[in-house]
T-cell receptor
Framework: EAGVAQSPRYKIIEKRQSVAFWCNPI?????LYWYQQILGQGPKLLIQ????????DSQLPKDRFSAERLKGVDSTLKIQPAKLEDSAVYLC??????????????????FGPGTRLTVT | AQSVSQHNHHVILSEAASLELGCNYSYGGTVNLFWYVQYPGQHLQLLLK??????LVKGIKGFEAEFIKSKFSFNLRKPSVQWSDTAEYFC????????FGTGTRLQVFP
């Protein structure tokens, strides 16, 4: 089966510019996640969708970051305006289901290749 | 706050050596535990997971991990590593969302 697709793979922008990332999850996966992975750290969850609704965006810097998943399939993550500290790899992941915080035994997140963002 | 600690940041081994990577978490309730691996140039992928039952979990490529509840630990082991195990390994805990450790870079030399 096709995996999680992300584009672009690399992006270099100047601070204060805007940028958008795109993710297409595995077909049939209801839950979609965006993570930020800063060099030397593990991925950190930014936002979690189930279908087209937001489940958790508590760690999303909402003054500059936004995300949407309009039709419950693919998703975009936007940064406007970017700061130097936003330089990171942005990972998208998807999973079959998330039911009210109780995870099924089949729960597993599948990750995409990521987008490496450099802000200069 | 919930957190995951991986004690070894960089491990260098020769082929056939045994491996143990430490992982401790801070959360008092029920958790799901995971080890993810990222091979050079590849996606992050699941190595093994623990949800319930036998605390000794076997994963792909000969890896296993043991959940010790009293120690809040989920250490990863492999009796004999190969050059192809060179990768970055992440421990993760999921009380309500996936929380990753900082990762351990493993280098295996022939």
């Amino acid at each position: 089966e096709a995996g999680v697709a992300q584009s672009p793979r690399y992006k270099i922008i100047e601070k204060r510019q805007s940028v958008a990332f795109w993710c297409n999850p595995i077909s049939g996966h209801a839950t979609l996640y965006w993570y930020q992975q800063i060099l030397g750290q593990g991925p950190k969850l930014l936002i979690q969708f189930q279908n087209n609704g937001v489940v958790d965006d508590s760690q999303l810097p909402k003054d500059r970051f936004s995300a949407e998943r309009l039709k419950g399939v693919d998703s975009t993550l936007k940064i406007q305006p970017a700061k130097l500290e936003d330089s990171a790899v942005y990972l998208c992941a998807s999973s079959l289901e998330l039911t009210g915080g109780v995870f099924s035994s089949g729960y597993e997140q599948y990750f995409g290749p990521g987008t490496r963002l450099t802000v200069t | 706050a919930q957190s995951v600690s991986q004690h070894n940041h960089h491990v260098i081994l020769s082929e056939a050596a045994s491996l143990e990577l430490g992982c401790n978490y801070s959360y008092g309730g029920t958790v799901n535990l995971f080890w993810y691996v990222q091979y050079p140039g590849q996606h992050l992928q699941l190595l093994l997971k623990y949800f319930s039952g036998d605390p000794l979990v076997k994963g792909i490529k000969g890896f296993e991990a043991e959940f010790i509840k009293s120690k809040f630990s989920f250490n990863l082991r492999k009796p004999s590593v190969q050059w192809s195990d060179t990768a970055e390994y992440f421990c993760a805990v999921n009380p309500d969302k996936l929380i990753f450790g900082t990762g351990t870079r493993l280098q295996v030399f022939p």
